[in-house]
């Protein structure tokens, strides 16, 4: 349940006007003619700490105490309020504004903790469904070992679960200036179109020099090499693929339809291509050990000729 608390700069506001209201309440109890009402004071006061907390409670009694002495000193508004009543409101007025501050704090920050419990759990929540959603696009990289087929099962799958219309993988050449587009899915996979990126140039280069994702909501206010990207596609995300601190490539995502990409997404986006980078790393090892042993194979072949 949420408390009744006024927060940042309303604190002393709300508690100036409860304890302007007690006064003015008080005054007008006075006129009709009743004796010691010093009690709507009193809850005025209190009632001002609840609102503003401590330091706007002290205030008021503050403020309290000061008009009280003041309409006694003058003889006005006190009809037959004796100096002992006089002298028990001026001890206890500050002690009640106190300790219900006192309170108040201390259930708003009680308040404060639930609050950051449950964001606590939601964001715990909300990392987990993520990890199951990057489990379910990469896990297929421990059942294929064929890198183009290893990308473009995991670009579908980008495609199915981040809802995008498009999705490639970018590898970085062996001279590391220029990107090669690798494979593709979704609507780049018709289009034969496969320029190469430098390094620096275009949306995919521009994230391969940076080192960092970048998300555009609008591709039509930036460099794109690419004509598809250009004439059919509305927002971009691209996610350098990076593995043990070396760029391997580029993993980008598109969509025909205006869309921004949330902080969430893009940190979907960034373990997804944690694990691409990964996987393709694997699979040139294992690419290489393949080479190696066909290499090998054939050596032997032709040793045994030449014997």
Do not use: C
């Not at 009193?42 to 009632?47: E, M, N, T």
């Not at 990107?179 to 496969?194: C, F, K, M, N, P």
């Not at 039509?220 to 760029?247: C, K, N, T």
């Not at 490539?249 to 025909?256: E, H, L, N, P, R």
């Amino acid at each position: 349940m949420q408390l009744p608390f006024a927060r940042g700069r309303w604190r002393y506001p709300a508690a100036l006007i409860i304890v302007g209201i007690a006064i003015g309440a008080s005054v007008g109890v006075w006129h009709t003619g009743a004796t010691n009402t010093l009690y709507l004071l009193l809850v005025g006061v209190a009632l001002a700490a609840w609102a503003g907390g401590r330091g706007a409670g002290m205030l008021s009694a503050t403020i309290v105490l000061v008009t009280v002495v003041v309409f006694k000193v003058t003889g006005r508004e006190l009809p037959e309020v004796d100096d002992l009543s006089i002298v028990l409101f001026v001890i206890v007025t500050p002690a009640v504004a106190y300790v219900t501050a006192s309170l108040r704090d201390s259930l708003e920050r009680a308040q404060d903790a639930r609050h950051e419990a449950v964001e606590s759990r939601i964001a715990a929540e909300i990392t987990v469904a993520q990890l199951r959603s990057v489990e379910s696009i990469t896990d297929v990289a421990l059942s294929m070992l064929q890198l183009r087929e290893l990308l473009h099962e995991l670009l579908g799958r980008v495609i199915d679960h981040l809802r995008t219309d498009t999705a490639s993988v970018f590898l970085l050449t062996d001279d590391g200036t220029e990107l090669r587009e690798y494979t593709s899915a979704g609507v780049r996979e018709q289009v034969d179109e496969h320029p190469l990126i430098p390094v620096g140039h275009g949306f995919a280069g521009r994230v391969a020099a940076e080192r960092r994702p970048i998300a555009v909501e609008d591709l039509q206010g930036i460099e794109v090499v690419s004509s598809l990207m250009r004439q059919r596609m509305a927002s971009i995300m691209g996610v350098p693929l990076i593995y043990r601190d070396q760029l391997v490539g580029v993993f980008t995502a598109a969509t025909i339809e205006r869309r921004r990409f949330t902080e969430d997404e893009v940190r979907l986006f960034g373990l997804v291509a944690d694990r691409m980078a990964r996987a393709i790393d694997h699979a040139r090892l294992f690419d290489d050990m393949h080479q190696a042993s066909d290499d090998l194979r054939a050596a032997v072949a032709e040793r045994d000729e030449v014997i």
